[in-house]
Protein backbone atom coordinates (compact mmCIF):
# COMPACT_ATOMS: atom_id res chain seq x y z
CA UNK A 1 0.00 0.00 0.00
CA UNK A 2 1.32 3.33 -0.98
CA UNK A 3 1.94 5.79 1.83
CA UNK A 4 -0.47 9.09 1.66
CA UNK A 5 0.66 12.06 1.42
CA UNK A 6 0.27 15.90 0.66
CA UNK A 7 -0.04 14.63 -3.33
CA UNK A 8 -3.39 13.09 -2.63
CA UNK A 9 -4.69 16.43 -2.08
CA UNK A 10 -6.52 17.79 -4.72
CA UNK A 11 -5.26 21.48 -5.64
CA UNK A 12 -7.81 24.25 -4.53
CA UNK A 13 -8.91 27.56 -5.12
CA UNK A 14 -7.78 30.54 -2.75
CA UNK A 15 -9.83 30.32 0.33
CA UNK A 16 -12.59 32.38 0.71
CA UNK A 17 -15.05 33.81 3.65
CA UNK A 18 -17.59 31.19 4.25
CA UNK A 19 -20.98 32.31 3.50
CA UNK A 20 -23.24 32.32 6.75
CA UNK A 21 -25.71 29.85 4.92
CA UNK A 22 -22.81 27.26 4.29
CA UNK A 23 -21.66 28.06 8.09
CA UNK A 24 -24.81 27.21 9.46
CA UNK A 25 -24.54 24.53 7.54
CA UNK A 26 -21.69 23.32 8.34
CA UNK A 27 -22.21 23.32 11.76
CA UNK A 28 -25.08 20.90 11.65
CA UNK A 29 -22.76 18.77 10.43
CA UNK A 30 -20.31 18.98 13.09
CA UNK A 31 -22.95 18.89 15.96
CA UNK A 32 -24.00 15.33 13.82
CA UNK A 33 -20.37 14.45 13.46
CA UNK A 34 -19.75 15.21 17.14
CA UNK A 35 -22.54 13.40 18.14
CA UNK A 36 -21.38 10.34 16.27
CA UNK A 37 -17.89 10.66 17.71
CA UNK A 38 -19.22 10.95 21.12
CA UNK A 39 -21.34 7.43 20.91
CA UNK A 40 -18.13 5.42 19.07
CA UNK A 41 -15.95 7.03 21.57
CA UNK A 42 -18.13 6.24 24.44
CA UNK A 43 -18.25 2.82 23.25
CA UNK A 44 -14.49 2.49 22.76
CA UNK A 45 -14.33 3.78 26.64
CA UNK A 46 -16.63 1.85 28.19
CA UNK A 47 -15.25 -1.39 26.59
CA UNK A 48 -12.11 0.22 27.78
CA UNK A 49 -12.88 0.06 31.45
CA UNK A 50 -14.13 -3.08 31.12
CA UNK A 51 -11.07 -5.01 29.74
CA UNK A 52 -9.29 -2.59 32.18
CA UNK A 53 -11.04 -4.46 35.32
CA UNK A 54 -10.72 -8.03 33.70
CA UNK A 55 -7.64 -7.48 33.14
CA UNK A 56 -7.04 -6.54 36.99
CA UNK A 57 -9.03 -9.76 37.89
CA UNK A 58 -6.54 -11.88 35.55
CA UNK A 59 -3.36 -10.43 37.22
CA UNK A 60 -4.85 -11.15 40.37
CA UNK A 61 -5.89 -14.54 39.53
CA UNK A 62 -2.19 -15.55 38.45
CA UNK A 63 -0.94 -13.92 41.52
CA UNK A 64 -2.78 -17.48 43.35
CA UNK A 65 -1.90 -20.08 40.26
CA UNK A 66 1.90 -20.16 40.34
CA UNK A 67 4.18 -19.26 38.16
CA UNK A 68 3.02 -20.99 34.92
CA UNK A 69 0.08 -18.67 35.09
CA UNK A 70 2.57 -15.57 34.85
CA UNK A 71 2.66 -16.66 31.07
CA UNK A 72 -0.65 -15.89 30.41
CA UNK A 73 -0.39 -11.99 30.73
CA UNK A 74 2.56 -12.36 28.39
CA UNK A 75 1.06 -14.35 25.73
CA UNK A 76 -1.86 -12.08 25.78
CA UNK A 77 -0.42 -9.06 25.43
CA UNK A 78 2.07 -10.48 22.85
CA UNK A 79 -0.73 -11.32 21.30
CA UNK A 80 -2.83 -8.43 21.11
CA UNK A 81 0.11 -6.60 20.03
CA UNK A 82 1.01 -8.68 17.08
CA UNK A 83 -3.06 -8.06 15.61
CA UNK A 84 -3.10 -4.98 16.25
CA UNK A 85 0.15 -4.50 14.46
CA UNK A 86 -1.29 -6.30 11.64
CA UNK A 87 -4.10 -3.58 11.95
CA UNK A 88 -2.13 -1.08 11.52
CA UNK A 89 0.27 -2.78 8.85
CA UNK A 90 -3.06 -2.33 6.47
CA UNK A 91 -4.18 0.86 7.80
CA UNK A 92 -1.07 2.99 7.91
CA UNK A 93 -2.25 5.74 9.13
CA UNK A 94 -3.70 4.21 12.46
CA UNK A 95 -0.22 3.87 13.86
CA UNK A 96 0.93 5.51 17.06
CA UNK A 97 -1.13 8.50 18.52
CA UNK A 98 -2.99 9.98 15.30
CA UNK A 99 -2.73 13.80 16.63
CA UNK A 100 0.44 13.88 14.42
CA UNK A 101 -1.88 13.23 11.51
CA UNK A 102 -4.39 15.49 12.21
CA UNK A 103 -1.91 18.03 12.69
CA UNK A 104 -0.45 17.02 8.93
CA UNK A 105 -3.86 17.07 7.67
CA UNK A 106 -4.57 20.93 9.17
CA UNK A 107 -1.13 22.06 7.48
CA UNK A 108 -1.73 20.59 4.44
CA UNK A 109 1.37 17.96 4.25
CA UNK A 110 -1.15 14.92 4.20
CA UNK A 111 -4.68 14.11 3.17
CA UNK A 112 -7.48 14.03 5.57
CA UNK A 113 -8.21 10.63 6.84
CA UNK A 114 -10.37 7.94 5.60
CA UNK A 115 -12.90 6.02 6.64
CA UNK A 116 -10.42 3.02 7.30
CA UNK A 117 -8.83 4.55 10.43
CA UNK A 118 -12.24 4.03 11.88
CA UNK A 119 -12.78 0.53 12.61
CA UNK A 120 -8.63 0.25 12.19
CA UNK A 121 -8.57 2.69 15.62
CA UNK A 122 -11.11 1.05 17.46
CA UNK A 123 -10.02 -2.71 17.22
CA UNK A 124 -6.85 -1.79 17.44
CA UNK A 125 -6.50 0.75 20.65
CA UNK A 126 -9.27 -1.75 22.51
CA UNK A 127 -6.39 -4.73 21.73
CA UNK A 128 -3.45 -3.26 23.13
CA UNK A 129 -4.72 -0.69 26.09
CA UNK A 130 -7.64 -2.99 27.07
CA UNK A 131 -7.00 -6.59 26.44
CA UNK A 132 -2.62 -6.17 26.32
CA UNK A 133 -2.33 -3.48 29.19
CA UNK A 134 -0.04 -1.56 27.24
CA UNK A 135 0.89 1.78 28.63
CA UNK A 136 -0.68 4.13 26.06
CA UNK A 137 -3.42 6.09 26.33
CA UNK A 138 -7.17 6.36 25.09
CA UNK A 139 -7.31 10.01 23.51
CA UNK A 140 -4.88 9.40 20.54
CA UNK A 141 -7.63 6.50 18.84
CA UNK A 142 -10.69 8.70 19.55
CA UNK A 143 -9.24 11.92 18.52
CA UNK A 144 -7.94 10.12 15.27
CA UNK A 145 -11.46 8.41 15.49
CA UNK A 146 -13.29 11.87 15.47
CA UNK A 147 -11.03 13.42 13.17
CA UNK A 148 -12.08 10.50 10.48
CA UNK A 149 -15.64 10.91 11.40
CA UNK A 150 -15.02 14.60 10.59
CA UNK A 151 -13.44 13.89 6.99
CA UNK A 152 -16.31 11.20 6.22
CA UNK A 153 -19.33 13.39 7.42
CA UNK A 154 -17.44 16.16 4.93
CA UNK A 155 -17.19 13.77 1.93
CA UNK A 156 -20.55 12.89 2.65
CA UNK A 157 -21.91 16.16 2.31
CA UNK A 158 -20.00 17.48 -0.72
CA UNK A 159 -17.69 19.91 1.21
CA UNK A 160 -14.63 21.58 0.22
CA UNK A 161 -10.99 20.43 0.75
CA UNK A 162 -10.76 22.82 2.69
CA UNK A 163 -14.08 22.83 4.60
CA UNK A 164 -12.95 18.69 5.40
CA UNK A 165 -9.67 19.25 6.57
CA UNK A 166 -11.19 22.22 9.14
CA UNK A 167 -13.97 19.52 9.77
CA UNK A 168 -11.17 16.78 10.96
CA UNK A 169 -9.45 19.03 13.06
CA UNK A 170 -12.54 20.80 14.36
CA UNK A 171 -13.63 16.93 15.56
CA UNK A 172 -10.54 15.87 16.89
CA UNK A 173 -11.33 18.28 19.69
CA UNK A 174 -14.81 16.66 20.18
CA UNK A 175 -12.14 12.99 20.00
CA UNK A 176 -10.10 14.76 22.97
CA UNK A 177 -13.46 15.83 24.68
CA UNK A 178 -15.12 12.77 24.32
CA UNK A 179 -11.92 10.29 25.71
CA UNK A 180 -11.51 12.79 29.14
CA UNK A 181 -15.43 13.64 29.70
CA UNK A 182 -13.50 17.14 29.22
CA UNK A 183 -15.48 19.47 26.95
CA UNK A 184 -13.94 22.76 27.09
CA UNK A 185 -10.27 21.08 27.21
CA UNK A 186 -11.75 19.49 24.08
CA UNK A 187 -12.22 22.68 22.69
CA UNK A 188 -8.61 24.32 23.98
CA UNK A 189 -6.99 21.30 22.04
CA UNK A 190 -8.18 21.76 18.59
CA UNK A 191 -7.61 25.86 18.86
CA UNK A 192 -4.22 25.78 20.58
CA UNK A 193 -2.38 22.61 19.66
CA UNK A 194 -3.84 21.93 16.15
CA UNK A 195 -5.49 24.93 14.12
CA UNK A 196 -3.87 27.23 16.23
CA UNK A 197 -6.33 30.10 15.45
CA UNK A 198 -9.17 31.43 16.71
CA UNK A 199 -10.81 31.86 12.97
CA UNK A 200 -14.89 31.71 13.67
CA UNK A 201 -15.11 28.88 11.65
CA UNK A 202 -12.71 26.75 14.07
CA UNK A 203 -14.44 27.92 17.08
CA UNK A 204 -18.11 27.90 16.09
CA UNK A 205 -17.68 23.90 14.88
CA UNK A 206 -15.64 22.46 17.40
CA UNK A 207 -18.19 24.14 20.04
CA UNK A 208 -20.57 22.04 18.40
CA UNK A 209 -18.80 19.30 18.02
CA UNK A 210 -17.44 19.29 21.76
CA UNK A 211 -20.78 20.06 22.85
CA UNK A 212 -22.73 16.68 20.67
CA UNK A 213 -20.40 14.22 21.57
CA UNK A 214 -19.98 14.99 25.27
CA UNK A 215 -23.39 14.33 25.78
CA UNK A 216 -23.42 11.26 23.68
CA UNK A 217 -20.83 9.96 25.68
CA UNK A 218 -21.90 10.71 28.60
CA UNK A 219 -25.00 8.64 27.94
CA UNK A 220 -22.65 5.43 27.99
CA UNK A 221 -19.70 6.44 30.28
CA UNK A 222 -21.71 8.13 32.67
CA UNK A 223 -21.63 12.05 33.62
CA UNK A 224 -19.18 12.66 36.38
CA UNK A 225 -15.26 13.68 36.21
CA UNK A 226 -12.72 11.23 35.68
CA UNK A 227 -11.14 11.52 38.70
CA UNK A 228 -13.37 12.40 41.59
CA UNK A 229 -11.80 13.85 44.60
CA UNK A 230 -12.52 15.53 48.25
CA UNK A 231 -12.83 19.09 48.26
CA UNK A 232 -9.72 21.43 47.94
CA UNK A 233 -9.56 25.21 49.65
CA UNK A 234 -7.49 27.21 47.88
CA UNK A 235 -3.33 27.39 47.96
CA UNK A 236 -1.89 30.12 50.73
CA UNK A 237 -0.49 32.53 48.14
CA UNK A 238 3.33 32.05 50.40
CA UNK A 239 3.22 28.31 49.09
CA UNK A 240 3.40 29.33 45.12
CA UNK A 241 7.47 29.35 45.64
CA UNK A 242 7.01 25.76 46.54
CA UNK A 243 4.83 24.88 42.93
CA UNK A 244 7.14 27.20 40.92
CA UNK A 245 10.35 25.12 41.51
CA UNK A 246 7.87 21.42 41.50
CA UNK A 247 7.07 23.09 37.61
CA UNK A 248 10.98 23.55 37.02
CA UNK A 249 11.53 19.77 37.92
CA UNK A 250 8.39 18.71 36.85
CA UNK A 251 9.55 20.36 33.22
CA UNK A 252 12.96 18.58 33.70
CA UNK A 253 11.04 14.92 33.95
CA UNK A 254 8.60 15.84 31.28
CA UNK A 255 11.90 16.61 28.37
CA UNK A 256 13.25 13.30 29.99
CA UNK A 257 10.40 11.41 28.97
CA UNK A 258 9.87 13.61 25.58
CA UNK A 259 13.53 12.53 24.79
CA UNK A 260 12.99 8.84 25.44
CA UNK A 261 9.80 8.72 23.74
CA UNK A 262 12.07 9.92 20.70
CA UNK A 263 14.75 7.64 21.40
CA UNK A 264 12.78 4.36 21.93
CA UNK A 265 11.05 4.78 18.69
CA UNK A 266 14.54 5.40 16.89
CA UNK A 267 15.95 2.38 18.97
CA UNK A 268 13.53 -0.14 18.05
CA UNK A 269 13.09 1.40 14.47
CA UNK A 270 17.25 0.76 13.62
CA UNK A 271 17.04 -3.08 14.64
CA UNK A 272 17.33 -4.63 11.28
CA UNK A 273 15.62 -7.77 9.15
CA UNK A 274 12.79 -7.54 12.12
CA UNK A 275 8.97 -6.83 10.90
CA UNK A 276 7.29 -4.52 12.63
CA UNK A 277 4.44 -6.95 13.60
CA UNK A 278 6.98 -9.02 15.54
CA UNK A 279 8.74 -6.17 17.09
CA UNK A 280 5.51 -5.41 18.35
CA UNK A 281 4.71 -8.77 19.76
CA UNK A 282 8.57 -8.40 21.67
CA UNK A 283 6.81 -5.50 23.38
CA UNK A 284 3.72 -6.43 23.79
CA UNK A 285 5.37 -9.70 25.68
CA UNK A 286 8.06 -7.88 27.65
CA UNK A 287 4.92 -5.32 28.86
CA UNK A 288 2.86 -8.54 29.91
CA UNK A 289 5.65 -9.91 31.68
CA UNK A 290 5.53 -6.27 33.81
CA UNK A 291 2.11 -6.80 34.06
CA UNK A 292 2.80 -9.99 36.01
CA UNK A 293 4.45 -7.78 39.09
CA UNK A 294 1.11 -5.62 39.22
CA UNK A 295 -1.79 -4.57 37.32
CA UNK A 296 -1.11 -0.81 38.14
CA UNK A 297 1.72 -0.78 35.93
CA UNK A 298 -0.11 -1.53 33.09
CA UNK A 299 -2.96 0.72 30.73
CA UNK A 300 -3.52 4.13 30.73
CA UNK A 301 -3.17 4.53 34.46
CA UNK A 302 -6.49 5.97 35.19
CA UNK A 303 -6.97 3.39 38.36
CA UNK A 304 -3.58 4.27 39.64
CA UNK A 305 -4.03 7.80 39.75
CA UNK A 306 -7.63 7.62 40.88
CA UNK A 307 -6.22 5.49 44.17
CA UNK A 308 -3.61 7.82 44.63
CA UNK A 309 -5.65 10.93 44.67
CA UNK A 310 -8.54 9.39 46.59
CA UNK A 311 -5.57 8.77 48.97
CA UNK A 312 -4.61 5.19 49.21
CA UNK A 313 -1.13 4.62 50.99
CA UNK A 314 1.61 3.46 49.38
CA UNK A 315 5.03 3.06 50.64
CA UNK A 316 7.71 6.08 49.09
CA UNK A 317 9.63 3.17 47.65
CA UNK A 318 6.70 2.09 45.86
CA UNK A 319 5.59 5.17 44.61
CA UNK A 320 9.19 5.09 43.21
CA UNK A 321 9.19 1.59 41.79
CA UNK A 322 5.70 2.24 39.97
CA UNK A 323 6.72 5.91 38.07
CA UNK A 324 10.40 4.39 37.46
CA UNK A 325 8.71 1.62 35.54
CA UNK A 326 5.63 3.44 33.80
CA UNK A 327 7.72 6.19 32.73
CA UNK A 328 9.87 3.96 31.27
CA UNK A 329 7.23 1.37 29.70
CA UNK A 330 5.19 4.41 28.46
CA UNK A 331 7.64 5.11 25.66
CA UNK A 332 8.68 1.29 25.34
CA UNK A 333 4.97 0.62 24.37
CA UNK A 334 4.46 3.19 21.99
CA UNK A 335 7.39 2.63 20.16
CA UNK A 336 5.42 -0.99 19.03
CA UNK A 337 3.30 1.24 16.72
CA UNK A 338 0.74 0.55 17.65
CA UNK A 339 -2.90 2.55 17.73
CA UNK A 340 -2.28 4.28 21.21
CA UNK A 341 -2.05 7.75 22.87
CA UNK A 342 0.67 9.13 25.48
CA UNK A 343 -1.50 11.84 27.34
CA UNK A 344 -3.30 9.37 29.76
CA UNK A 345 -0.27 7.72 31.18
CA UNK A 346 1.67 11.28 31.63
CA UNK A 347 -1.14 12.05 34.09
CA UNK A 348 -0.62 9.45 36.07
CA UNK A 349 3.25 10.17 35.72
CA UNK A 350 2.43 13.54 37.01
CA UNK A 351 0.27 12.74 39.66
CA UNK A 352 2.89 9.97 41.01
CA UNK A 353 5.48 12.64 41.09
CA UNK A 354 3.42 15.15 43.20
CA UNK A 355 3.08 12.35 45.67
CA UNK A 356 6.88 11.56 45.80
CA UNK A 357 7.22 15.68 46.07
CA UNK A 358 4.75 15.68 49.27
CA UNK A 359 6.47 13.26 50.87
CA UNK A 360 9.80 15.02 50.24
CA UNK A 361 8.81 18.02 51.43
CA UNK A 362 7.42 16.03 54.80
CA UNK A 363 10.63 15.34 55.55
CA UNK A 364 11.76 18.71 55.51
CA UNK A 365 8.41 20.44 57.33
CA UNK A 366 6.35 18.04 58.94
CA UNK A 367 2.54 18.04 57.94
CA UNK A 368 3.58 20.75 55.17
CA UNK A 369 3.86 18.29 52.30
CA UNK A 370 0.57 16.49 53.40
CA UNK A 371 -1.27 19.89 53.11
CA UNK A 372 -0.14 20.31 49.74
CA UNK A 373 -0.52 16.60 48.65
CA UNK A 374 -3.93 16.81 46.38
CA UNK A 375 -2.56 20.31 44.81
CA UNK A 376 0.78 18.92 44.00
CA UNK A 377 -0.84 16.00 42.26
CA UNK A 378 -2.82 18.35 39.86
CA UNK A 379 -0.41 20.54 39.41
CA UNK A 380 1.77 17.57 38.60
CA UNK A 381 -0.85 16.16 35.79
CA UNK A 382 -0.56 19.67 34.05
CA UNK A 383 2.86 20.46 34.20
CA UNK A 384 4.36 17.00 32.56
CA UNK A 385 1.58 17.83 29.92
CA UNK A 386 2.99 20.87 29.62
CA UNK A 387 6.23 20.19 29.38
CA UNK A 388 6.10 17.22 26.43
CA UNK A 389 3.21 18.44 24.69
CA UNK A 390 3.58 22.36 24.97
CA UNK A 391 0.18 23.17 25.32
CA UNK A 392 -0.14 24.99 28.83
CA UNK A 393 -3.57 26.49 28.80
CA UNK A 394 -5.17 22.87 27.31
CA UNK A 395 -2.96 20.92 30.29
CA UNK A 396 -4.36 22.78 32.74
CA UNK A 397 -7.87 23.45 32.04
CA UNK A 398 -7.62 19.30 30.62
CA UNK A 399 -6.89 18.45 34.63
CA UNK A 400 -9.16 21.00 36.03
CA UNK A 401 -12.05 19.45 34.24
CA UNK A 402 -11.27 15.90 35.07
CA UNK A 403 -10.88 15.94 39.11
CA UNK A 404 -13.28 19.15 38.88
CA UNK A 405 -11.70 21.67 40.91
CA UNK A 406 -10.40 25.16 39.76
CA UNK A 407 -9.11 26.39 43.31
CA UNK A 408 -5.98 25.71 42.54
CA UNK A 409 -5.73 27.32 39.22
CA UNK A 410 -3.18 29.57 40.27
CA UNK A 411 -0.38 26.84 40.82
CA UNK A 412 -1.50 25.79 38.12
CA UNK A 413 -0.61 28.13 35.73
CA UNK A 414 2.62 29.32 37.66
CA UNK A 415 3.96 25.78 38.10
CA UNK A 416 3.00 25.41 34.05
CA UNK A 417 5.09 29.21 33.07
CA UNK A 418 8.04 27.29 34.77
CA UNK A 419 7.35 24.06 33.13
CA UNK A 420 7.06 26.04 29.72
CA UNK A 421 10.73 27.74 30.59
CA UNK A 422 12.98 24.79 31.39
CA UNK A 423 11.22 22.88 28.14
CA UNK A 424 12.25 26.57 26.00
CA UNK A 425 15.51 26.94 27.55
CA UNK A 426 16.82 23.01 26.94
CA UNK A 427 14.87 23.21 23.22
CA UNK A 428 12.81 19.96 23.65
CA UNK A 429 10.67 19.74 20.85
CA UNK A 430 7.31 19.92 21.25
CA UNK A 431 6.47 16.13 21.01
CA UNK A 432 3.83 16.58 18.33
CA UNK A 433 6.22 18.36 16.25
CA UNK A 434 8.55 15.36 16.35
CA UNK A 435 6.08 12.72 15.71
CA UNK A 436 4.61 14.55 12.96
CA UNK A 437 7.88 15.30 11.17
CA UNK A 438 8.66 11.22 11.59
CA UNK A 439 5.60 10.49 10.41
CA UNK A 440 6.06 12.48 7.22
CA UNK A 441 10.21 10.61 6.75
CA UNK A 442 8.39 7.27 7.32
CA UNK A 443 5.67 7.45 4.56
CA UNK A 444 8.35 8.73 1.84
CA UNK A 445 10.82 6.25 2.73
CA UNK A 446 8.12 3.60 2.18
CA UNK A 447 7.02 5.20 -1.08
CA UNK A 448 10.80 5.53 -2.11
CA UNK A 449 10.71 1.66 -1.56
CA UNK A 450 7.40 1.41 -3.76
CA UNK A 451 5.53 -0.29 -0.42
Same mark, same amino acid.
Given at each position: ???????????????????????????????????????????? $????? $????????????????????????????????????LITRGEPRAAG?? *?????????????????????????????? *??????VLGREGPTVHMGAAIGALTGRVCRATLREIRVLQTTLSGAGLAVAFNAPISGTLFCIEEIAKTVKVRYVLWTMAAVAAGTVCSRLIVGNHPDFVLP???????????????????????????????RACLSGFAAIPRVPGPVKAAIIGAIIGAVLTIDSDLGGGGDDLTQNILSGQHLAFWAIVMLLAIRFVAGPVSYSAGTPGGIFAPM????????????????????????????????????SFFTAVVRAPFTGAV??????????????????????? *?????????? *??????ERMLRQWKGREAEGV
Open positions: MRAPDSRDLTPETPEQDTGARVLVWLTIVATIAGAITGLIGGTF $RWLLI $RADHLRADLIDWTHHHGPAAWLIPVVISAAAALVAASG *IQHVEAVERGEAAPPPASVIPARFVGGLLV *IGVGGMQITSVALSSLPVFVVFGVVVGMLGVAYNWLILALGAMTGLIASRLIDLVSPGYGHELLLPLMIVGMSLVMEMTSTTSVAVSVLAAGAATM *IVAELVRSPP *IYDDLR
